[in-house]
């Protein structure tokens, strides 16, 4: 074993036979982004840094409401009260599990204009989202960049993940050609969620991630697995005589539909929310001193910070983003959020 001080705090995983030293030193090395900190994003931004990976890119566009304390594991009260972002706030936990390791918080939605350069100089890409837009997306760029990516989705006691290697397996649309319409998949709020499931599948992405960081792609996972805990059952689905056996339009034909925005939206119903995110394509920053006073004019219970900008009109709460981006609570209807939005910040 070595007597490396910076390996000393890894010391019992490099005893693993699957990791020794050169393993951990090529974790060291990589680079991951990870989409999304919510439930799934936080077990596994929390298994990349306690294992070592050297570069993690925490990207999300959320903060943190009382109700994610449930199951999102790096969040605590205090960061309810403060209104930090969700990104930023898992990075500061982080920090202080392991000073070594570089964490890079990004606050921002993801989507077609920026994922090239949020994972074009990843190792890996993984899949802490809540949205299959998202997941959409991650696929287009990865197969685009030929860079794997780990899926992983979860709501009531039911979880799935899948590890997709461009031109070794089947890509996400291989297997889901088509995202669910609306109505069609249950979300947080209409079937719940569980804590454990969720620490669960995120598990097996993270395991798969370790796999695939120290370049032992032989071992990782070349199925759908699907877990439900609470009926106790786990069902293997084989995907791999999938790939060139359908007609893909992704990884096949290489027509990237919703990196090319032919497909998609920046109008996005948030799960589990009864809420809207409305986005917007101008790259002018809110000055945020400049609309407190203006809400306030209107009757807009107001406050803010750097981060965000928060206030309560009529029977709806909105979370404004210096980018442009809000968050509409108290509707899931998208045009109405959408006049809200036109009514309150102008855009």
Known sequence: MSKDPNLERYSRQMRFAGIREAGQKKLLESRVTLCGCGALGTVLA?????????????VD????????????????????????????????????????????????DINRTNILELCQDADLILDGTDNFEIRYL???VAVKLGKPWVYGGAIGAEGMTMTILPGIT?????????????GEAGTCETAGVLSPTIGIVASFQAAEALKILTGQLELTNR????IDIWDNTTRRTKIARLLGKV???????KNFEWLDGAMGSQTT????????????RSSAKLNF????????????????????LKFDVEEYEFTVFPDGRAIIKGTNDIEKARVLYAKYIGY
């Open 46 to 58: 929390n298994h990349l840094v306690r294992a070592g990976v050297g570069n993690v890119r925490i």
């Open 61 to 108: 566009r959320d903060f943190i409401e009382t109700h994610n304390l449930q199951r999102q594991v790096l969040f605590d009260e205090s960061d309810v009260a403060a209104n930090i972002p969700k990104a930023e706030a898992a990075a500061r936990k982080l920090r202080q599990v392991n000073s070594t390791v570089n964490i890079e918080a990004v606050v921002t």
């Open 138 to 140: 991650i696929n287009d």
């Open 170 to 182: 089947p890509c996400l649309r291989c297997v889901f050609e088509a995202a669910p319409n609306p």
């Open 223 to 226: 199925e759908l697995l699907c």
């Open 247 to 253: 007609d893909c339009p992704c990884c096949q034909r």
């Open 269 to 280: 119903s948030l799960c589990g929310r009864n809420a809207v995110q409305v986005a917007t």
């Open 289 to 308: 001193d400049d609309m407190s006073k203006q809400l306030t004019l209107m009757g807009g219970k107001v406050n803010f910070n750097r981060f965000m």
